[in-house]
């Protein structure tokens, strides 16, 4: 079983609007913001047709903001299924108000020197658009939907397919591909003359691109990285201004007037690829978009020994998006060697959520003779939030 394919896209929408009186110059501006949050994911159930009746199954937290957060539920019924939007209460992070307060929280506006207040912590409209298909990817349903989520542990229903036949298109895997959209409450602040957005997205999108261009068009490099004996040439400074490790590498060969290449052998040649493409650019998209799970891992591992975390976060919700009973022991290994505790919380909360499918997989069952020490540590757990439900 299995979560989310993981695009995660962001959009806000800012105007802006000058006053006058007696045509005469005023020192402020109002700036409104409308953020809207798009995030686009798969989730495959293996061994959907196994399933007892009344089986609920989660994915792991689809947005988390303070301690509200948000999954998917999905229910088996005796003659189909149903699948949930379902709000719950997170433990209480470090910079958010505790769950006792009445106060709102303060978060900045983009482009404003002066903090804001939220009235309320999560998005007020959430829409959604899912296609559910059969192993061989043959879309069988579409459903689309939309609510104002006012309770925050309410459960709202996203559709539910009821059909004596369902058991012939859905015998094994269940593939739903989700796309839901966030929109907050907006934001309103009086800011001063001069400041003016010249980070905007375009203008973001722009640099982005141009460095691109910088980038596939080899324009003044002045190093050299082969990588099975293929050469990518880069601009040393960028690299040194996106890695601290190639910063090193590279004025390291140059103090010591080593010529100006450098060959790398632990780090797949698409994986290198796309690590420079994202420091030239920080298109996190294009970076992890259409990649096989054991590609991931791949840019994971190199972003993790070249120091890039934020590409690395990104490949760690993309492994969580590519989540499942077969490789979810992996995952763990993953995070536990390059000591993510981010990831391994979340993937030991995926095993939590789905316990008694991941432990009765055979890829679990020959994990734990391998990694006893590390599959005991899940199990500890899994025990220790059955034990906190339990005493709710």
């Known amino acids: 079983m299995n979560v989310q394919d993981a695009d995660y896209l962001s959009s806000s929408e800012i105007s802006s609007v000058s006053a006058t009186v007696d045509s005469e110059p005023v020192d402020f501006s109002?700036?409104?913001?409308?953020?809207?949050?798009?995030?686009?994911?798969?989730?495959?159930?293996?061994?959907?047709?196994?399933?007892?009746?009344?089986?609920?199954?989660?994915?792991?937290?689809?947005?988390?903001?303070?301690?509200?957060?948000?999954?998917?539920?999905?229910?088996?019924?005796?003659?189909?299924?149903?699948?949930?939007?379902?709000?719950?209460?997170?433990?209480?992070?470090?910079?958010?108000?505790n769950q006792t307060e009445s106060k709102p929280i303060f978060a900045p506006l983009r482009g404003a020197k002066k903090e804001i207040l939220i009235d309320e912590y999560f998005p007020y409209v959430v829409e959604y658009q899912v296609s559910v298909s059969d192993k061989h990817e043959r879309e069988i349903i579409k459903w689309t939907t939309c609510f104002a989520n006012k309770n925050d542990l309410e459960s709202f229903l996203i559709g539910e397919h009821r059909n004596s036949s369902w058991k012939t298109l859905f015998r094994d895997v269940l593939v739903l591909r989700c796309c839901m959209k966030l929109t907050k409450i907006p934001r309103t602040e009086k800011q001063c003359p001069g400041i003016a957005y010249s980070l905007n997205m375009p203008s973001w999108t722009k640099l982005s691109q141009d460095l691109k261009s910088l980038y596939q068009n080899s324009i003044d490099t002045d190093y050299t990285l082969v990588v099975e004996s293929e050469e990518i040439h880069v601009n040393s400074c960028i690299l040194a201004a996106r890695s601290s490790v190639f910063k090193k590498m590279l004025h390291h060969d140059k103090d010591q007037n080593v010529p100006n290449v450098v060959t790398i052998t632990d780090v797949p040649l698409p994986a290198m690829k796309r690590l420079v493409e994202f420091l030239y650019t920080g298109a996190f998209e294009d970076a992890t978009k259409g990649i096989l799970f054991e590609e991931v891992y791949d840019l994971y591992y190199a972003a993790d020994k070249y120091e890039v975390m934020d590409l690395r976060k990104i490949c760690g919700t993309t492994l969580m998006a590519k989540a499942s009973a077969d490789n979810v022991s992996k995952i763990?290994?993953?995070?536990?060697?390059?000591?993510?505790?981010?990831?391994?919380?979340?993937?030991?909360?995926?095993?939590?959520?789905?316990?008694e499918t991941v432990m009765d997989s055979l890829v679990w069952l020959s994990f734990r003779k391998k990694e006893t020490e590390l599959a005991n540590e899940a199990l500890s757990f899994c025990a220790q939030k059955l034990k906190a439900a339990a005493d709710k």
């Open 332 to 355: 763990l290994l993953w995070a536990d060697r390059h000591n993510d505790v981010g990831l391994k919380s979340q993937i030991l909360n995926f095993i939590s959520l789905n316990f």
């Open 30 to 97: 109002i700036a409104t913001e409308v953020p809207v949050e798009t995030t686009k994911f798969r989730w495959i159930l293996n061994q959907f047709g196994n399933l007892s009746i009344n089986t609920e199954l989660y994915s792991p937290y689809i947005y988390e903001l303070g301690f509200f957060s948000c999954k998917l539920k999905l229910v088996k019924y005796e003659n189909g299924f149903g699948l949930f939007h379902v709000c719950c209460k997170c433990q209480t992070r470090p910079g958010y108000m």
